[in-house]
Protein backbone atom coordinates (compact mmCIF):
# COMPACT_ATOMS: atom_id res chain seq x y z
CA UNK A 1 0.00 0.00 0.00
CA UNK A 2 1.79 3.16 -0.85
CA UNK A 3 1.08 6.68 0.60
CA UNK A 4 -1.66 8.39 0.69
CA UNK A 5 -1.88 10.92 -2.14
CA UNK A 6 -0.57 14.68 -0.45
CA UNK A 7 -3.31 17.02 -0.07
CA UNK A 8 -2.51 20.76 1.74
CA UNK A 9 -3.95 21.21 5.35
CA UNK A 10 -5.56 24.47 6.55
CA UNK A 11 -3.01 23.52 9.96
CA UNK A 12 -0.86 20.77 11.08
CA UNK A 13 -2.01 17.53 12.05
CA UNK A 14 -3.32 18.49 15.91
CA UNK A 15 -1.68 16.90 18.71
CA UNK A 16 -4.56 17.13 21.22
CA UNK A 17 -6.45 13.52 22.12
CA UNK A 18 -9.91 12.06 21.78
CA UNK A 19 -11.53 11.17 25.27
CA UNK A 20 -12.56 8.25 25.51
CA UNK A 21 -13.73 9.48 29.07
CA UNK A 22 -14.80 12.44 29.05
CA UNK A 23 -15.67 15.27 31.70
CA UNK A 24 -19.21 16.38 32.01
CA UNK A 25 -18.37 19.13 30.22
CA UNK A 26 -16.96 17.38 27.42
CA UNK A 27 -20.18 15.59 27.47
CA UNK A 28 -22.41 18.31 27.33
CA UNK A 29 -20.22 19.51 24.43
CA UNK A 30 -20.23 16.59 22.40
CA UNK A 31 -23.96 16.07 22.79
CA UNK A 32 -24.74 19.64 22.18
CA UNK A 33 -22.84 19.12 18.82
CA UNK A 34 -24.93 16.21 17.94
CA UNK A 35 -28.36 17.94 18.41
CA UNK A 36 -26.90 20.23 16.52
CA UNK A 37 -27.35 18.18 13.48
CA UNK A 38 -30.80 18.02 13.41
CA UNK A 39 -34.16 20.17 13.60
CA UNK A 40 -36.41 18.11 15.11
CA UNK A 41 -36.31 18.26 19.10
CA UNK A 42 -37.12 14.95 19.78
CA UNK A 43 -34.11 13.54 17.58
CA UNK A 44 -31.94 16.23 19.36
CA UNK A 45 -33.10 14.83 23.20
CA UNK A 46 -32.46 10.93 20.92
CA UNK A 47 -29.16 12.12 19.95
CA UNK A 48 -28.29 13.53 23.39
CA UNK A 49 -28.98 10.01 25.01
CA UNK A 50 -27.13 8.27 22.34
CA UNK A 51 -23.87 10.64 22.79
CA UNK A 52 -24.10 9.31 26.32
CA UNK A 53 -24.04 5.43 25.31
CA UNK A 54 -20.89 3.80 25.23
CA UNK A 55 -19.85 1.56 22.43
CA UNK A 56 -17.55 -0.94 21.67
CA UNK A 57 -14.42 -0.08 19.49
CA UNK A 58 -12.27 -2.56 17.57
CA UNK A 59 -10.40 -3.24 21.02
CA UNK A 60 -13.27 -4.03 22.81
CA UNK A 61 -12.91 -0.67 24.78
CA UNK A 62 -15.35 1.97 25.45
CA UNK A 63 -15.49 5.01 23.22
CA UNK A 64 -18.57 7.92 23.23
CA UNK A 65 -21.00 7.85 19.87
CA UNK A 66 -19.97 11.31 19.78
CA UNK A 67 -16.19 10.96 18.89
CA UNK A 68 -17.28 8.49 15.94
CA UNK A 69 -16.45 9.95 12.54
CA UNK A 70 -18.91 11.84 10.77
CA UNK A 71 -19.84 12.93 7.42
CA UNK A 72 -18.05 10.00 5.78
CA UNK A 73 -17.45 10.69 1.66
CA UNK A 74 -15.98 8.64 -1.06
CA UNK A 75 -14.25 11.01 -3.79
CA UNK A 76 -12.74 10.24 -7.16
CA UNK A 77 -9.45 9.76 -7.30
CA UNK A 78 -7.11 10.47 -10.28
CA UNK A 79 -6.83 7.11 -10.92
CA UNK A 80 -10.03 5.01 -10.29
CA UNK A 81 -8.65 1.47 -11.10
CA UNK A 82 -5.88 1.63 -8.05
CA UNK A 83 -7.52 4.18 -5.76
CA UNK A 84 -10.21 5.88 -3.87
CA UNK A 85 -9.94 8.54 -1.57
CA UNK A 86 -12.18 9.59 1.99
CA UNK A 87 -13.03 12.57 4.21
CA UNK A 88 -14.64 12.65 7.76
CA UNK A 89 -15.67 14.97 10.51
CA UNK A 90 -14.02 14.79 13.94
CA UNK A 91 -15.64 15.84 16.90
CA UNK A 92 -12.19 17.37 17.82
CA UNK A 93 -8.90 16.79 16.97
CA UNK A 94 -6.88 13.56 16.28
CA UNK A 95 -3.58 12.32 17.33
CA UNK A 96 -3.30 8.98 14.73
CA UNK A 97 -6.34 9.81 12.28
CA UNK A 98 -6.10 6.97 9.85
CA UNK A 99 -8.10 4.62 7.23
CA UNK A 100 -8.11 0.83 6.91
CA UNK A 101 -8.87 -1.13 3.97
CA UNK A 102 -8.97 -4.46 3.25
CA UNK A 103 -10.61 -7.07 -0.01
CA UNK A 104 -13.99 -7.88 0.65
CA UNK A 105 -15.24 -11.12 1.52
CA UNK A 106 -17.93 -12.73 2.10
CA UNK A 107 -17.17 -14.20 5.81
CA UNK A 108 -16.46 -11.21 8.43
CA UNK A 109 -12.75 -12.77 9.18
CA UNK A 110 -11.25 -10.20 7.03
CA UNK A 111 -9.13 -8.25 9.36
CA UNK A 112 -5.86 -9.99 9.11
CA UNK A 113 -5.57 -8.48 5.71
CA UNK A 114 -6.21 -4.96 6.50
CA UNK A 115 -3.85 -2.29 5.62
CA UNK A 116 -3.93 0.97 7.92
CA UNK A 117 -3.26 4.80 5.69
CA UNK A 118 -2.47 7.64 8.05
CA UNK A 119 -5.01 10.29 7.08
CA UNK A 120 -4.03 14.54 7.03
CA UNK A 121 -6.20 17.35 8.93
CA UNK A 122 -7.92 20.12 7.30
CA UNK A 123 -9.43 22.42 9.58
CA UNK A 124 -11.48 25.76 8.91
CA UNK A 125 -13.50 28.35 11.03
CA UNK A 126 -17.25 27.81 10.91
CA UNK A 127 -19.75 30.61 10.67
CA UNK A 128 -20.02 30.03 15.03
CA UNK A 129 -16.32 30.54 15.18
CA UNK A 130 -15.72 27.00 16.60
CA UNK A 131 -12.78 24.77 14.63
CA UNK A 132 -14.39 22.01 12.82
CA UNK A 133 -11.72 18.92 12.27
CA UNK A 134 -12.09 17.22 8.69
CA UNK A 135 -10.03 14.41 7.47
CA UNK A 136 -8.70 12.81 3.93
CA UNK A 137 -6.85 10.24 2.63
CA UNK A 138 -6.54 7.97 -0.56
CA UNK A 139 -6.01 4.39 -0.48
CA UNK A 140 -3.54 3.54 -2.94
CA UNK A 141 -2.43 0.62 -4.33
CA UNK A 142 -5.48 -1.23 -4.82
CA UNK A 143 -6.74 -4.04 -7.62
CA UNK A 144 -8.57 -2.74 -10.54
CA UNK A 145 -12.65 -4.09 -10.95
CA UNK A 146 -11.99 -5.26 -7.19
CA UNK A 147 -14.64 -4.73 -3.97
CA UNK A 148 -12.91 -3.61 -1.06
CA UNK A 149 -14.18 -2.87 2.62
CA UNK A 150 -13.01 0.39 4.73
CA UNK A 151 -13.20 2.47 7.20
CA UNK A 152 -11.90 5.56 9.11
CA UNK A 153 -11.21 6.63 12.78
CA UNK A 154 -7.96 6.93 15.12
CA UNK A 155 -7.61 4.19 16.09
CA UNK A 156 -10.27 3.57 18.63
CA UNK A 157 -13.67 5.27 17.21
CA UNK A 158 -14.03 3.86 14.04
CA UNK A 159 -16.59 4.35 11.38
CA UNK A 160 -18.89 1.33 10.20
CA UNK A 161 -16.55 -0.82 7.37
CA UNK A 162 -18.34 0.53 3.99
CA UNK A 163 -17.71 -1.08 0.75
CA UNK A 164 -16.64 0.04 -2.41
CA UNK A 165 -15.30 -1.01 -6.04
CA UNK A 166 -12.56 0.32 -8.01
CA UNK A 167 -12.78 0.72 -11.83
CA UNK A 168 -11.44 -1.40 -14.01
CA UNK A 169 -7.90 0.12 -15.98
CA UNK A 170 -9.45 -0.57 -19.05
CA UNK A 171 -12.68 -0.10 -21.00
CA UNK A 172 -15.64 -1.84 -19.52
CA UNK A 173 -19.43 -0.97 -19.33
CA UNK A 174 -20.85 0.62 -16.35
CA UNK A 175 -22.91 3.30 -15.00
CA UNK A 176 -22.59 6.74 -13.09
CA UNK A 177 -25.33 9.43 -11.71
CA UNK A 178 -25.35 12.82 -13.20
CA UNK A 179 -27.00 15.71 -10.24
CA UNK A 180 -28.12 19.32 -11.46
CA UNK A 181 -27.81 21.61 -8.09
CA UNK A 182 -28.93 20.61 -5.10
CA UNK A 183 -28.47 23.59 -3.04
CA UNK A 184 -31.84 24.37 -0.62
CA UNK A 185 -33.67 22.20 1.34
CA UNK A 186 -31.04 19.78 1.22
CA UNK A 187 -31.73 17.13 3.92
CA UNK A 188 -35.59 17.78 3.53
CA UNK A 189 -36.12 17.21 0.21
CA UNK A 190 -32.71 16.44 -2.01
CA UNK A 191 -32.57 13.82 -0.09
CA UNK A 192 -35.66 11.93 -2.26
CA UNK A 193 -33.56 12.57 -5.12
CA UNK A 194 -30.41 10.92 -4.44
CA UNK A 195 -32.10 8.06 -2.68
CA UNK A 196 -34.11 7.15 -5.59
CA UNK A 197 -31.16 7.65 -7.97
CA UNK A 198 -29.62 5.22 -5.93
CA UNK A 199 -32.62 2.56 -6.35
CA UNK A 200 -31.96 2.89 -10.17
CA UNK A 201 -28.16 2.74 -10.19
CA UNK A 202 -27.21 0.90 -7.53
CA UNK A 203 -24.14 -0.08 -9.12
CA UNK A 204 -22.80 2.92 -10.16
CA UNK A 205 -19.05 4.03 -10.08
CA UNK A 206 -19.52 7.87 -9.05
CA UNK A 207 -21.67 10.63 -8.75
CA UNK A 208 -21.04 14.16 -10.52
CA UNK A 209 -22.89 17.06 -8.68
CA UNK A 210 -22.90 19.81 -11.20
CA UNK A 211 -22.52 22.65 -8.88
CA UNK A 212 -24.18 24.79 -5.97
CA UNK A 213 -23.58 21.69 -4.28
CA UNK A 214 -25.02 23.94 -1.07
CA UNK A 215 -26.66 27.47 -0.95
CA UNK A 216 -23.96 29.10 0.95
CA UNK A 217 -20.46 27.38 0.61
CA UNK A 218 -19.22 28.68 3.95
CA UNK A 219 -22.40 27.51 6.31
CA UNK A 220 -21.59 24.30 7.87
CA UNK A 221 -24.50 23.36 8.92
CA UNK A 222 -25.40 23.28 5.22
CA UNK A 223 -23.01 21.13 4.61
CA UNK A 224 -24.31 18.88 7.28
CA UNK A 225 -27.46 18.80 5.39
CA UNK A 226 -25.60 17.64 2.42
CA UNK A 227 -23.99 14.69 4.35
CA UNK A 228 -27.38 13.81 5.71
CA UNK A 229 -28.55 13.83 2.38
CA UNK A 230 -26.72 11.73 0.50
CA UNK A 231 -26.09 9.52 3.87
CA UNK A 232 -24.24 5.91 3.60
CA UNK A 233 -24.55 6.56 -0.58
CA UNK A 234 -21.49 8.80 -0.26
CA UNK A 235 -19.68 6.26 1.74
CA UNK A 236 -20.25 3.64 -0.88
CA UNK A 237 -20.23 5.79 -4.20
CA UNK A 238 -17.25 8.37 -4.94
CA UNK A 239 -18.38 11.50 -5.72
CA UNK A 240 -17.27 14.05 -8.37
CA UNK A 241 -18.25 17.36 -7.37
CA UNK A 242 -17.83 20.54 -9.57
CA UNK A 243 -18.24 24.34 -8.04
CA UNK A 244 -20.95 26.40 -8.53
CA UNK A 245 -21.52 30.34 -7.90
CA UNK A 246 -23.20 29.82 -4.25
CA UNK A 247 -20.31 27.18 -3.52
CA UNK A 248 -17.80 29.98 -3.38
CA UNK A 249 -19.45 32.12 -0.95
CA UNK A 250 -18.06 33.98 2.37
CA UNK A 251 -19.90 35.14 5.14
CA UNK A 252 -20.61 38.60 4.69
CA UNK A 253 -18.30 40.26 7.01
CA UNK A 254 -15.74 38.31 5.96
CA UNK A 255 -12.73 39.65 4.64
CA UNK A 256 -12.48 39.15 0.54
CA UNK A 257 -10.93 36.39 -0.20
CA UNK A 258 -7.51 36.20 -2.61
CA UNK A 259 -9.49 34.30 -4.88
CA UNK A 260 -13.33 34.78 -4.50
CA UNK A 261 -13.98 32.68 -7.39
CA UNK A 262 -12.94 29.64 -5.82
CA UNK A 263 -14.68 27.40 -3.43
CA UNK A 264 -15.07 28.07 0.07
CA UNK A 265 -12.75 26.26 2.34
CA UNK A 266 -15.96 23.99 3.65
CA UNK A 267 -15.87 22.68 0.16
CA UNK A 268 -12.44 21.39 0.06
CA UNK A 269 -12.94 19.79 3.48
CA UNK A 270 -15.44 17.51 2.15
CA UNK A 271 -14.08 16.45 -0.54
CA UNK A 272 -10.45 15.06 -1.78
CA UNK A 273 -10.12 15.49 -5.21
CA UNK A 274 -7.14 14.78 -7.91
CA UNK A 275 -4.53 17.77 -7.94
CA UNK A 276 -3.77 17.21 -12.18
CA UNK A 277 -5.32 20.80 -12.78
CA UNK A 278 -3.86 23.76 -14.24
CA UNK A 279 -0.13 23.26 -12.85
CA UNK A 280 0.13 27.43 -13.02
CA UNK A 281 -3.08 27.90 -11.06
CA UNK A 282 -2.30 25.99 -7.93
CA UNK A 283 -5.06 27.43 -6.55
CA UNK A 284 -7.62 25.73 -8.54
CA UNK A 285 -6.89 22.15 -7.45
CA UNK A 286 -9.84 20.11 -6.72
CA UNK A 287 -12.08 22.30 -8.78
CA UNK A 288 -10.27 21.91 -11.88
CA UNK A 289 -9.40 18.40 -12.60
CA UNK A 290 -10.15 15.09 -13.99
CA UNK A 291 -10.64 11.33 -13.87
CA UNK A 292 -10.81 8.27 -16.18
CA UNK A 293 -13.09 5.35 -15.56
CA UNK A 294 -13.12 2.28 -18.08
CA UNK A 295 -13.10 4.44 -21.13
CA UNK A 296 -14.72 7.71 -20.44
CA UNK A 297 -12.64 10.70 -19.27
CA UNK A 298 -14.74 13.24 -16.51
CA UNK A 299 -13.58 17.11 -16.92
CA UNK A 300 -14.51 18.71 -14.15
CA UNK A 301 -14.22 23.00 -14.87
CA UNK A 302 -14.69 25.74 -12.51
CA UNK A 303 -17.03 28.11 -14.37
CA UNK A 304 -17.06 30.75 -11.76
CA UNK A 305 -13.50 31.93 -13.95
CA UNK A 306 -14.89 32.58 -16.63
CA UNK A 307 -17.47 35.13 -15.93
CA UNK A 308 -18.83 37.07 -19.51
CA UNK A 309 -16.45 40.40 -18.19
CA UNK A 310 -12.56 40.32 -18.87
CA UNK A 311 -10.56 39.08 -15.91
CA UNK A 312 -9.65 42.59 -13.68
CA UNK A 313 -6.43 41.88 -12.05
CA UNK A 314 -3.40 39.60 -12.87
CA UNK A 315 -4.20 36.69 -10.82
CA UNK A 316 -7.22 36.17 -11.90
CA UNK A 317 -6.07 36.52 -15.57
CA UNK A 318 -3.63 33.91 -14.36
CA UNK A 319 -6.44 31.63 -13.42
CA UNK A 320 -8.44 31.93 -16.17
CA UNK A 321 -5.16 31.52 -18.90
CA UNK A 322 -4.23 28.59 -17.17
CA UNK A 323 -7.48 26.75 -17.07
CA UNK A 324 -8.40 27.75 -20.51
CA UNK A 325 -5.14 26.12 -21.64
CA UNK A 326 -5.10 22.79 -19.27
CA UNK A 327 -8.41 22.36 -20.23
CA UNK A 328 -7.16 21.87 -24.28
CA UNK A 329 -4.10 19.82 -23.32
CA UNK A 330 -6.48 17.55 -21.58
CA UNK A 331 -8.88 17.36 -24.36
CA UNK A 332 -6.15 16.98 -26.71
CA UNK A 333 -4.26 14.18 -25.06
CA UNK A 334 -7.50 12.02 -23.98
CA UNK A 335 -6.32 8.13 -24.86
CA UNK A 336 -10.30 7.50 -23.58
CA UNK A 337 -13.38 6.79 -26.20
CA UNK A 338 -15.55 9.23 -24.08
CA UNK A 339 -15.40 12.37 -23.33
CA UNK A 340 -17.77 14.61 -21.01
CA UNK A 341 -17.38 17.79 -19.29
CA UNK A 342 -18.95 19.09 -16.19
CA UNK A 343 -19.28 22.96 -15.54
CA UNK A 344 -21.84 24.87 -13.21
CA UNK A 345 -22.63 27.74 -15.74
CA UNK A 346 -24.76 26.33 -18.54
CA UNK A 347 -23.11 26.62 -22.30
CA UNK A 348 -26.85 26.94 -23.79
CA UNK A 349 -28.98 28.63 -20.42
CA UNK A 350 -32.34 27.24 -20.22
CA UNK A 351 -34.35 29.89 -17.91
CA UNK A 352 -35.61 32.98 -18.79
CA UNK A 353 -33.14 35.99 -19.23
CA UNK A 354 -30.06 34.15 -18.72
CA UNK A 355 -27.49 33.86 -21.52
CA UNK A 356 -23.46 32.93 -20.35
CA UNK A 357 -21.96 34.84 -23.89
CA UNK A 358 -18.68 34.79 -22.62
CA UNK A 359 -18.32 31.29 -21.37
CA UNK A 360 -20.15 29.84 -24.69
CA UNK A 361 -17.43 32.11 -26.69
CA UNK A 362 -14.49 30.04 -24.67
CA UNK A 363 -15.83 27.17 -24.65
CA UNK A 364 -17.96 25.66 -27.34
CA UNK A 365 -14.74 26.16 -30.32
CA UNK A 366 -12.66 23.87 -27.83
CA UNK A 367 -15.51 21.41 -27.51
CA UNK A 368 -16.35 21.73 -31.09
CA UNK A 369 -12.78 20.70 -32.02
CA UNK A 370 -11.62 17.98 -29.84
CA UNK A 371 -15.68 16.44 -30.12
CA UNK A 372 -16.81 16.46 -26.89
CA UNK A 373 -19.38 14.21 -26.70
CA UNK A 374 -21.72 15.53 -23.61
CA UNK A 375 -21.61 18.61 -21.36
CA UNK A 376 -23.40 18.54 -17.92
CA UNK A 377 -24.43 21.37 -16.06
CA UNK A 378 -26.58 23.10 -13.62
CA UNK A 379 -27.38 26.64 -12.50
CA UNK A 380 -30.82 27.12 -14.21
CA UNK A 381 -33.17 25.14 -12.25
CA UNK A 382 -34.69 23.86 -15.30
CA UNK A 383 -34.25 21.32 -17.27
CA UNK A 384 -33.30 21.56 -21.14
CA UNK A 385 -31.25 18.65 -23.22
CA UNK A 386 -30.00 20.01 -26.83
CA UNK A 387 -29.99 18.26 -30.04
CA UNK A 388 -26.85 17.28 -31.37
CA UNK A 389 -24.74 20.94 -32.03
CA UNK A 390 -21.66 22.43 -33.56
CA UNK A 391 -21.21 25.92 -33.89
CA UNK A 392 -24.52 27.05 -32.07
CA UNK A 393 -26.29 24.68 -34.39
CA UNK A 394 -28.16 21.79 -34.60
CA UNK A 395 -26.33 19.09 -36.86
CA UNK A 396 -26.87 15.94 -38.87
CA UNK A 397 -27.33 12.95 -35.90
CA UNK A 398 -24.15 11.64 -37.85
CA UNK A 399 -22.03 14.71 -37.96
CA UNK A 400 -19.43 16.00 -35.14
CA UNK A 401 -21.01 17.66 -32.31
CA UNK A 402 -21.82 17.66 -28.72
CA UNK A 403 -24.81 17.00 -26.91
CA UNK A 404 -25.76 19.81 -23.21
CA UNK A 405 -27.47 19.17 -20.54
CA UNK A 406 -28.87 21.04 -17.92
CA UNK A 407 -30.79 19.37 -15.12
CA UNK A 408 -31.46 20.14 -11.37
CA UNK A 409 -31.64 18.31 -8.21
CA UNK A 410 -33.22 20.10 -5.39
CA UNK A 411 -36.70 21.85 -5.03
CA UNK A 412 -35.38 25.43 -5.99
CA UNK A 413 -37.15 25.90 -9.83
CA UNK A 414 -36.87 28.41 -12.29
CA UNK A 415 -39.09 29.18 -15.09
CA UNK A 416 -38.37 27.26 -18.39
CA UNK A 417 -38.59 29.97 -20.87
CA UNK A 418 -34.63 30.20 -22.57
CA UNK A 419 -33.32 32.29 -25.30
CA UNK A 420 -32.22 28.82 -27.41
CA UNK A 421 -35.11 27.02 -26.62
CA UNK A 422 -34.90 26.10 -30.79
CA UNK A 423 -31.90 24.04 -29.72
CA UNK A 424 -33.52 21.93 -27.38
CA UNK A 425 -34.44 18.85 -27.91
CA UNK A 426 -35.93 18.03 -24.50
CA UNK A 427 -37.37 19.87 -21.69
CA UNK A 428 -38.95 20.18 -18.44
CA UNK A 429 -39.62 22.28 -15.54
CA UNK A 430 -40.52 22.34 -11.69
CA UNK A 431 -39.40 18.22 -11.51
CA UNK A 432 -36.64 17.42 -9.27
CA UNK A 433 -34.38 15.09 -11.46
CA UNK A 434 -31.47 12.65 -11.34
CA UNK A 435 -30.22 11.50 -14.27
CA UNK A 436 -28.58 7.76 -15.57
CA UNK A 437 -25.34 7.60 -17.78
CA UNK A 438 -24.74 4.04 -18.77
CA UNK A 439 -21.47 3.55 -21.64
CA UNK A 440 -20.69 0.17 -22.73
CA UNK A 441 -18.21 0.21 -25.55
CA UNK A 442 -19.29 1.68 -28.53
CA UNK A 443 -22.68 3.20 -26.95
CA UNK A 444 -23.49 6.05 -24.36
CA UNK A 445 -26.91 5.60 -23.48
CA UNK A 446 -28.56 8.56 -20.85
CA UNK A 447 -31.88 8.64 -19.33
CA UNK A 448 -32.99 11.85 -17.30
CA UNK A 449 -36.13 10.46 -14.51
CA UNK A 450 -38.28 12.65 -12.33
CA UNK A 451 -38.00 11.80 -8.40
CA UNK A 452 -41.55 9.55 -8.77
CA UNK A 453 -39.24 7.30 -11.54
CA UNK A 454 -40.88 8.77 -14.57
CA UNK A 455 -39.03 9.03 -17.46
CA UNK A 456 -38.60 12.75 -18.70
CA UNK A 457 -36.09 12.13 -21.79
CA UNK A 458 -33.79 9.59 -22.96
CA UNK A 459 -30.88 9.37 -25.75
CA UNK A 460 -28.01 7.32 -27.17
CA UNK A 461 -24.48 8.04 -29.01
CA UNK A 462 -23.13 5.23 -31.16
CA UNK A 463 -19.32 4.86 -32.22
CA UNK A 464 -17.80 3.98 -34.92
CA UNK A 465 -14.49 2.47 -35.35
CA UNK A 466 -13.04 5.89 -36.35
CA UNK A 467 -14.62 7.46 -33.10
CA UNK A 468 -17.54 9.12 -34.80
CA UNK A 469 -20.89 9.24 -32.76
CA UNK A 470 -24.26 8.67 -34.44
CA UNK A 471 -26.88 10.36 -32.21
CA UNK A 472 -29.93 8.42 -31.01
CA UNK A 473 -32.83 10.94 -30.62
CA UNK A 474 -35.44 8.23 -29.90
CA UNK A 475 -33.98 5.57 -27.51
CA UNK A 476 -36.03 5.27 -24.69
CA UNK A 477 -35.10 3.06 -21.26
Given at each position: MNPPESKSASSAQPSATVETNPS?????????????????????????????????????????????????????AADMAHAVSATWRS????????????????????EAAVQSVPAEAFTFETDSGETAYQYNLTFNGLNPDAQYCFRVGDGQAWSEWNTVQTALDKPKPFSFLYFGDVQTDIRAQCSRAVRTAFR????????????????????????????????????????????????????ENAPEPEAPYTAAPAYHAHFHLPANGPKNAQILNG?????????????????????????????????????LAWLEEVLANNPNRWTVVTHHHPIYSTSKGRDNAGLRSLLRPLYDKYKVDLVLQGHDHSYGRTHKLAGDQIVDPAAPGTIY?????????????????????????????????????????????????????????????????????????
Open positions: RRGFLASSALLGALFFSPARAVAAVAEAAAPVASATGEKTVAAALPQRVTLSCAGPLTSAQGQIAPLTAGPKFHAPDARFMVCAGDLVNRGHDDSLWGEFSDAFSFIAATVPCLPTPGNHDTKRPEAYYVDCQGVRVISLNSNVFDDDAPTDAAHKQAWDAQVVSVCGPKMYPFKPKFESLMAATASDKQLFQVIDVNGDTLSYTSRSIDGQLVDAFQLKKDASGASTYLPSAKA
